[in-house]
């Protein structure tokens, strides 16, 4: 818990601000400022020793508010707190959390994580390695090429999943060619 007053503030400030971004993500929203700016503005006002106390507060265990960070930070500019929740969200234990991360990297094309990326797909089992097989496709970096390209060989002889098959589509690369070529025989 915050334990400063000012920290208190600072933590419902940006729970509330949380709260509106995960309402304004059900569906279109049209008013102006969106709430992901106003949020913005909240967290980047704070202090940066603070940021990390506070946005982990504001965020609680839900996943609803935290889909919401997670888009909050991938908005923000790279900083240690900014790297750190993101980090934190790509290893969650919980597959919800972390697949969720998984899909924002992909869909802001966060680059600085592919590694993080690779590792999921090698190393998980769950639906949150096949939504980093799928943000693959944006990040493109050298470590998720070789990360795709190693499970594509876990398939064997076995018809390779589309979704792969699309991510190693977009890598421009010859050591692609022989799983895309074994996709179109089978």
């Given at each position: 818990?915050?334990?400063?007053?000012?920290?208190?503030k600072?933590?419902?400030?940006l729970?509330a601000?949380?709260?509106?971004?995960?309402?304004?993500?059900?569906?279109?929203?049209k008013?102006?400022p969106h709430?992901?700016?106003?949020?913005?503005k909240?967290?980047?006002?704070?202090?940066?020793?603070?940021?990390p106390?506070?946005?982990?507060?504001?965020?609680?265990?839900?996943?609803?508010?935290?889909?919401a960070?997670?888009?909050?930070?991938?908005?923000c500019?790279?900083?240690?707190?900014?790297d750190?929740?993101i980090?934190?969200g790509?290893?969650?234990?919980?597959?919800?959390f972390?697949?969720c991360m998984?899909?924002?990297?992909?869909?802001?094309?966060?680059?600085?994580f592919a590694?993080?990326?690779?590792?999921?797909?090698l190393?998980?089992?769950?639906?949150a390695?096949?939504?980093?097989?799928?943000?693959a496709?944006?990040?493109r970096?050298?470590?998720?090429?070789?990360?795709?390209?190693?499970?594509?060989?876990?398939?064997?002889?076995?018809?390779?999943?589309f979704?792969?098959?699309?991510?190693?589509s977009?890598?421009?690369?010859?050591?692609?060619?022989?799983?895309?070529?074994r996709?179109?025989?089978?």
């Amino acid at each position: 818990m915050a334990k400063t007053p000012a920290e208190q503030k600072l933590v419902a400030k940006l729970t509330a601000a949380l709260n509106e971004v995960a309402k304004a993500m059900r569906g279109p929203y049209k008013k102006k400022p969106h709430p992901l700016e106003t949020a913005k503005k909240i967290f980047e006002s704070i202090p940066p020793e603070l940021q990390p106390k506070i946005l982990a507060q504001a965020v609680g265990k839900g996943i609803r508010r935290f889909q919401a960070a997670a888009n909050l930070v991938a908005d923000c500019e790279p900083s240690q707190c900014v790297d750190q929740f993101i980090r934190a969200g790509l290893s969650h234990q919980d597959e919800k959390f972390r697949g969720c991360m998984v899909q924002t990297v992909g869909v802001c094309e966060l680059s600085r994580f592919a590694p993080e990326l690779a590792k999921i797909i090698l190393d998980d089992d769950d639906d949150a390695r096949w939504w980093a097989v799928i943000a693959a496709q944006s990040v493109r970096g050298p470590a998720c090429l070789r990360a795709l390209l190693k499970f594509a060989e876990t398939f064997g002889d076995e018809h390779l999943p589309f979704s792969l098959r699309c991510s190693l589509s977009r890598y421009d690369s010859p050591s692609v060619k022989p799983q895309l070529e074994r996709a179109f025989r089978t």
